[in-house]
């Protein structure tokens, strides 16, 4: 880690003005679990860190503060009563040690872990330092997207991004121009050149909170997941999925996909196969893959992720 | 709790008694204010007063130092282990407020004020934590270089769940691994560690730094 | 002339042998165990789960300084120019070397090194150095660097280096034109590496001209005669210190270049260093190589093993060697036939990786053999009853068959449901070996304190707790009434823990220092007490024979001196030749494992439910320790069978995985249940029968698994490690 100065924020919109206008040489810090390894790595090497964790929130109803753990929402009763997928893609990330540090905020903001992301030796759109070194021949692809953008391919790591997605979340965001609130579904996209970052997020932006609206969609919501390793392991992909049954209609349904895309995105095309028909699992999973454009090495996530909406849509569907 | 709902923010888990500590900690070695609502530290080393296995410590560290350097190079704690440096195997766990986390991703700025629990801090003199003594019966360490961070996952579990379940040890202890294959032992260990601990009523991990 | 059974039960070998003079009595089937053969927690287990024991990672000094290497992200160039300016010039950085104009074969070769007084500063340092390269092109796959026009590795010849054919090719097709069925198929497995938890590396130490070393080693001695070439000085002016150590599992036998830079870095600055790899650079640090394994193997309908060909070829990096598999070897062909290469790719070494070349040529071979027994339809245990010819292996396959559940076996592919249940099987051999040379002291002091010492090191294996047990054993004590002391060469000489020798080559001394202390001990009491000190004993804590009564204390009691010392070494033959002083039961040792698994043919994730191991290593001298050791050999295996692989960028060769998250090795929500069954058998060979341990159970593992998946399957997935992917392509893909 190159040394930092070290400013610990007592509240959001402080935190903020620091990182605004700092570009790469301010970095904010919440529980510290994907920042750090990429300050040990050097691949960022900031001048001043700013600590959000001493931030006292005033968490109203119905939110989740951006720096409550995850382990704290995997545990929270009202999460799992109404919005289990969120409990439950909280309760599957990563280990207990890193649920005990790892923060909402940071888990929405945690960087791909695209290994050529991750060392500064190869050329990355992301980081801005040319074209993408995990597309072409000769590159090892096979945890990367199957919906790739046009100059990323990486695969988004988030567990609780697409849960919230399905559930419908809000994010409230704190900047010096302005606070906003923002769909979870809104929050990421493809980014220009050189934006580390997946969000949309401004310079110095943060996510406050996570604003959960209760509704029968989320009330009957899920979260599956398939890992190579059952022990720690980031997914191969996920699915997150709601759904509103009128006896065996479809009323509405909201599926979101983490894994297979270099941002957390809503599965439309799956949604429309079945919105106001009768529950037809294979439908949604057929329409998932359509347009799946797998790489070199990745082409077994088409059929994982197929089975992942078939189990989402049947486990909620019983 | 309002209305039967937890606020989940962070600051309804936050110990009173870690935030002002901090104000202590923090005011010892802090600069003039960057900005209003900031307070700045380092670069350079900055005194940090941790509460170590139930003991004050001080230390002087650059807060780019993770609480693990700061045990190990500096406080000469060497139990706690650094094998992977990255979070993914727990050789480092140590209790922050009496909850597991890779001390490796701490920085040890951030545990001012907070109780810090190491593998020297859980025996109380000779007397093994349920937990080491069940490791020693079941022959639950190898080359012993995981250990340390098993024993604290373990014990954190202990402290959690009475009578754990397989599945919920398997659980527990799913960020630390092991090279040398002492899983099969350490489970048995935990279990009848356990199921001691259920039955007699021994002490729970972290009250040696109460 | 005396009787010697060796083997076990229901299957006995009686040997006439002699017993020299001044030698214990051997160890066989007849002598009744007091603590041999019975479970004894780990010597060491309180200083480790204490967090007390002090590995070399964990040495301090006040004024200790950190080494590192900075490393080429390159596998292969030219160091043009190495800019250390701004690196010298930073406070705290107290020693530095370069290494311009060196050729950088694989991605991770040091070009330049740094010691300074915090590990922050090092690695500012180590960022703040300017390296200009030549990049070449460099060959990551045998495949590529098979190639016509591929890039040559070492200027001493072509990538490929080939194996002396073994056996005769004719004969293999003469049997193979006899045979009913003939199989061809190709196998793969892929690069593991140690990933040793506590990495390689050492403290240095320099005093007065002499130096210590605190090495994370599988070998002190080896460390301190490397050592002592290195610098020029008597071997006596080193000594390494290894009391505890992280896992090596036959990567660490150094001196290493990092030690070695570390003990210069610390000569110059008249400083304590530490020089540990990082996690990446840990996966430099040794692999197991990887193989394509081409079999044509035959059999008749009768389950007649006939014809087995093997042409082999693996990496092991920039190494021209070391990429061999066992494989046929394990059971009777009439004809075998195999030819090895090892191919050079710009990656770094290969190194001896628990039981080398074993588990991925079993993987191969236990797969034909399965593949065979489906040609034929014949049950796979059964034609490996009919093959094999190792009595304790047919002895284990009872054990485990019945252990599994074999007969719930269905045929391939028929379980229904989209998970499905396999089993399957797999064998092992090692060899039962036992290296002269290693000595050991015992030391009995007139206040009954006892203690052996021995300068070779515990690697997690057990050996501390060995000796305690066999020394005791012959005292008649109790285990945690004597102490070891390892790790430390100024004690007697050792081997490197390596080929699964330590305990077979460390008990036989350990017995006849104890043997011959108690011969002094018991003239003492004679002496004291009167009586036949021929006709004492000594049990349970206490002298038998005796005219009177007397403790084991009371009896040091009667020494004239402070302590009495004695050196124990493996007896072995006088005269020509030498050798081993007693004939071995069969000379190797056997293994079998049997595993169930679970593959989700929607997601093609293989779960393993259970693996049942039978394991005989000679002598069983404590069964917990001992069941601690076959479990750590099948966890491995599951974890090289479904996880573990290294992956180069095959543009650059630089491990792109090289961490714990995209390295994987098994977990605990990875494991099944598993029952190890140590399996005693006198083995004979040396005063105590006991033998290997450390390598053989961790070579059936993927051959079981391969086994058992493809049992579930009805399709057979040939390359490791078995992903999901592998397992949906497998099963025809995107369906």
């Known amino acids: 880690m190159k040394a930092f100065a070290y400013l610990t924020a007592d509240g959001f919109e402080a935190a903020s003005r620091a990182l605004a206008g700092k570009g790469p040489r301010a970095v904010a810090k919440a529980g510290g679990t994907d920042l750090l390894p990429l300050l040990k790595s050097r691949l960022f090497e900031p001048d001043e860190v700013v600590n959000l964790q001493r931030i006292r929130s005033d968490g109203r109803n119905g939110e989740l503060g951006a720096l409550a753990t995850l382990a704290e929402v995997a545990a929270a009763a009202w999460v799992r009563e109404d919005f289990p997928a969120v409990a439950k893609a909280a309760g599957e990330a990563a280990t207990p040690q890193i649920r005990n540090a790892g923060t909402v905020g940071g888990n929405l903001c945690q960087h791909t872990r695209c290994w050529y992301f991750r060392d500064a030796n190869y050329t990355c759109h992301k980081r801005g330092t040319g074209d993408c070194s995990a597309a072409p021949d000769g590159a090892q692809n096979r945890y990367h997207a199957i919906f790739p953008h046009k100059r990323c391919v990486s695969a988004h790591p988030s567990n609780l991004a697409p849960a919230l997605i399905a559930v419908g979340a809000k994010v409230i965001c704190v900047h010096p121009d302005g606070d906003r609130t923002v769909d979870v579904e809104l929050l990421y996209d493809e980014g220009p050149k050189g934006r580390t970052s997946d969000t949309i997020l401004r310079e110095g932006e943060l996510i406050r909170a996570v604003v959960l609206e209760p509704t029968p969609l989320a009330k009957r919501s899920t979260y599956v997941e398939l890992r190579e390793r059952q022990s720690f392991d980031f997914a191969l992909a996920s699915v997150a999925a709601a759904i509103e049954l009128d006896g065996d209609v479809v009323k509405d349904v909201r599926i979101a996909f983490g894994g297979v895309a270099p941002i957390p995105c809503r599965a439309k095309a799956a949604e429309n196969a079945i919105r106001g028909k009768k529950l037809d699992v294979d439908a949604a999973a057929r329409a998932a893959v359509a347009g799946a454009t797998p790489l070199s090495d990745n082409a077994y996530k088409v059929p994982v992720l197929k089975e992942l909406v078939r189990r989402a849509l049947t486990e909620l569907a019983s | ?210 | 002339m005396s009787e010697l059974r060796l083997g076990f039960p229901g299957n006995e070998k009686k040997e006439d042998v002699e017993i020299p003079p001044g030698t214990p009595p051997p160890w066989d089937l007849s002598t009744p165990h007091a603590v041999v053969g019975k479970d004894h927690p780990r010597l060491d287990a309180v200083a480790k789960v204490t967090g007390q024991a002090k590995y070399a990672y964990d040495i301090r000094f006040k004024d200790l300084i950190y080494a590192k290497f900075l490393r080429s992200p390159h596998a292969s160039a030219k160091v043009k120019r190495v800019d250390l300016s701004r690196a010298k010039a930073m406070p705290g950085v107290v020693y530095t070397e370069a290494y311009e104009g060196e050729t950088i074969r694989f991605a991770g070769q040091q070009v330049a090194g740094v010691a300074a007084e915090s590990e922050e500063i090092l690695d500012d340092a180590l960022r703040a150095i300017v390296v200009e390269y030549d990049v070449l092109p460099c060959v990551t796959t045998v495949e590529d660097a098979l190639r016509d026009g591929a890039p040559q590795v070492l200027a001493d010849g072509a990538n490929l280096r080939e194996g002396r054919p073994q056996g005769n090719l004719q004969l293999v097709e003469k049997a193979h034109a006899e045979a009913d069925a003939v199989v061809e198929a190709l196998y793969r497995t892929q690069v593991q590496t140690h990933s040793c938890l506590e990495t390689h590396g050492s403290v240095c130490k320099w005093d007065d001209g002499k130096l210590t070393v605190w090495s994370s080693t599988q070998s002190t001695f080896g460390v301190r005669d490397g050592m002592a070439r290195t610098f020029g000085i008597p071997q006596s002016d080193v000594t390494v210190i290894t009391e505890h150590m992280g896992g090596g599992f036959g990567s660490k036998f150094g001196p290493d270049a990092w030690d070695q830079f570390c003990a210069r870095a610390a000569r110059a600055a008249k400083r304590p260093c530490k020089a540990l790899l990082d996690r990446r650079e840990e996966h430099i640090a040794g692999n197991r190589p990887d193989s394509i394994q081409r079999c044509r193997f035959s059999v008749k309908k009768d389950g007649t093993l006939m014809g087995a060909e093997v042409r082999s070829q693996g990496t092991s990096g920039v190494s021209a060697g070391g990429a061999n598999v066992y494989n046929p070897g394990l059971y009777r062909f009439r004809a075998a036939y195999s030819q090895q290469d090892t191919v050079l790719t710009n990656a770094s070494s290969g190194r001896a990786f628990r039981a080398p070349g074993h588990p991925q040529g079993v993987f191969a071979l236990e797969g034909m053999i399965d593949e065979l027994a489906e040609a034929i339809g014949m049950d796979p245990l059964e034609l490996r009853r009919k093959n094999d010819p190792n009595v304790v292996r047919l002895a284990e396959y009872e054990i485990g068959a019945r252990e599994i559940g074999w007969h719930r076996r269905k045929k391939p592919g028929s379980d229904t449901g989209p998970v499905k249940r396999g089993l399957g099987m797999a064998s092992g051999r090692w060899g039962h070996n036992a290296r002269p040379g290693t000595e050991v002291r015992c030391t009995i002091g007139r206040d009954g304190s006892v203690l052996f010492a021995n300068g070779s090191q515990d690697i997690g294996t057990g050996t501390r707790t060995v000796i305690a047990i066999v020394g005791a054993e012959e005292l008649g004590l109790k285990p945690s009434e004597v102490e070891v002391r390892l790790g430390n060469t100024n004690d007697p000489y050792g081997h490197g823990s390596g080929g699964s020798v330590t305990t077979p080559s460390i008990a036989p001394p350990v017995h006849a220092a104890a043997w011959q202390a108690k011969q002094e001990l018991l003239k003492h009491v004679a002496a004291a007490v009167g009586g036949d000190a021929q006709k004492m004993d000594l049990r349970d804590g206490k002298v038998t024979g005796a005219p009177r009564e007397l403790t084991f204390k009371q009896a040091c009691g009667t020494m004239p001196v402070d302590q009495l010392t004695t050196l124990g070494h493996m007896a072995q033959k006088s005269g020509r030749g030498g050798g081993h002083l007693y004939p071995s039961f069969n000379g190797e040792v056997a293994g079998v494992q049997f595993a169930e698994v679970l593959v989700d043919t929607r997601t093609g994730v293989v779960r393993v439910v259970k693996i049942v191991a039978v394991q005989d290593c000679g002598l069983v001298i404590d069964p917990l320790t001992a069941k601690s050791q076959i479990n750590g050999g099948v966890i491995q295996g599951i974890s090289y069978a479904l996880f573990e692989e290294r992956i180069l960028d095959r543009r650059t060769g630089d491990q792109v995985n090289a961490d714990f998250l995209g390295y994987k090795i098994a977990g605990t929500l990875d494991m099944p249940e598993i029952v190890s069954i140590p399996f005693s058998v006198s083995q004979g060979m040396t005063s105590t029968g006991a033998s290997s341990l450390g390598e053989p159970p961790t070579v059936p593992t993927s051959g079981a698994i391969g086994n058992a998946v493809a049992n579930a399957l009805g399709v057979r997935v040939r390359s490791l490690p078995i992903t999901p992917a592998k397992v949906l392509a497998a099963l025809g893909g995107a369906r």
């Open chain 2, 1 to 210: 709790m309002e209305d039967g709902r937890i606020r989940v923010s962070r600051r309804d888990v936050l110990r009173g008694a870690g935030a002002a500590a901090l104000v202590g900690a923090v005011a010892r070695g802090q600069e003039p204010a960057a900005a209003e609502g900031l307070v700045r530290m380092g670069p350079d080393a900055v005194p940090v007063r941790l509460t170590l296995n139930g003991a004050a410590r001080d230390v002087s560290v650059e807060p780019r130092v993770t609480l693990l350097d700061a045990l190990r190079e500096r406080l000469d704690l060497t139990g706690t282990k650094r094998i992977c440096d990255h979070g993914a195997c727990g050789g480092c766990t140590v209790l922050l407020d009496g909850k597991p986390v890779n001390s490796c991703l701490v920085l040890a700025v951030d545990a001012a004020g907070r109780e810090v629990l190491t593998i020297e801090g859980l025996a109380r003199g000779d007397a093994l934590h349920p937990v080491q003594a069940a490791f020693v019966k079941h022959d639950a360490a190898m080359c012993g270089f995981c250990t340390p961070g098993m024993v604290m996952s373990c014990a954190a579990l202990l402290d959690a769940t009475k009578n754990p379940t397989e599945e919920e040890i398997r659980h527990a202890l799913a960020g630390n691994l092991c090279r040398c294959g002492t899983y099969p032992h350490i489970f048995a260990a935990v279990r009848e560690a356990g199921g001691a601990q259920g039955a007699g009523g021994a002490g729970g991990a972290g009250e040696g730094a109460r």
